[in-house]
């Protein structure tokens, strides 16, 4: 099985589609050099805080504790091209925007319920800009398409991810192609 067919796999399990340009990126993984606005520490945190209000906590692991935070700033440094880095570190900038603006604190002073309410907005704000009218080939994927596609990937792929949040099996046995479902039950890792 291919990378990318893995990773569009991945996807499906989780109820998600991944775009073109994040499937892309992770095929060629040839980018642009190293961004170290990426490896701040305030950048790390922010991302850290964004992940968790997009996979928090629960009796599961969040995806603080899974290090996606990690995975992203290597992910962006790695395998995207220096004009997809910068629209993901603008957006990160507009986060904390919109965080002043609505709330008069930037997004790491806010509460969680407050976090929520203004990653929500940003998504609806992704969903419409996906679906304009005049969206024309080669307009830059919206920043947040970016963080959701890399905190998912990032979360249920690392080991807390896959082994707590889905059911695993380090070796398998048997293939059976046909498992009853119970209601309620998580998703198989792969």
């Known amino acids: 099985m291919h990378r990318r067919d893995a990773i569009r ?3 499906i399990l989780l109820g998600t589609a991944i775009s073109a340009s994040t499937l892309s990126a992770l095929e060629s993984c040839t980018s642009a050099p190293k961004n ?3 490896q701040k520490p305030e950048t790390k ?5 964004i992940a968790e209000t ?4 629960t009796k599961t692991p969040g995806a603080k504790e899974a290090n996606v935070q990690d ?4 992910m962006m440094n790695d395998c995207y091209k220096k004009e997809d880095q910068q629209v993901f570190l603008d957006g990160l900038k507009k986060i904390d925007a919109a965080s002043e ?3 008069k604190k930037g997004f790491m002073d806010i509460t969680p319920d407050q976090r ?4 929500t907005q940003i998504e609806q704000e992704r969903v419409d800009y996906n679906k304009r009218k005049d969206k024309k080939e080669g307009d830059p994927t919206h920043y947040f398409q ?17 082994t707590e949040a889905l059911r695993y099996v380090a070796v398998p046995g048997k293939f059976e192609g046909c498992i009853p479902y119970t209601k309620g039950e998580k998703a198989w890792a792969m």
């Open 9 to 11: 796999n991945v996807a």
């Open 36 to 38: 170290y606005e990426l």
């Open 45 to 49: 945190a922010l991302l850290a805080e």
């Open 54 to 57: 997009i996979i928090p906590k």
């Open 71 to 74: 995975f992203i700033i290597v």
């Open 101 to 103: 603006k609505q709330f």
């Open 116 to 119: 929520t309410q203004l990653l």
């Open 146 to 162: 970016y963080l959701k596609e890399l905190t998912l990937l990032g979360y249920f792929t690392s080991k807390p991810g896959a």
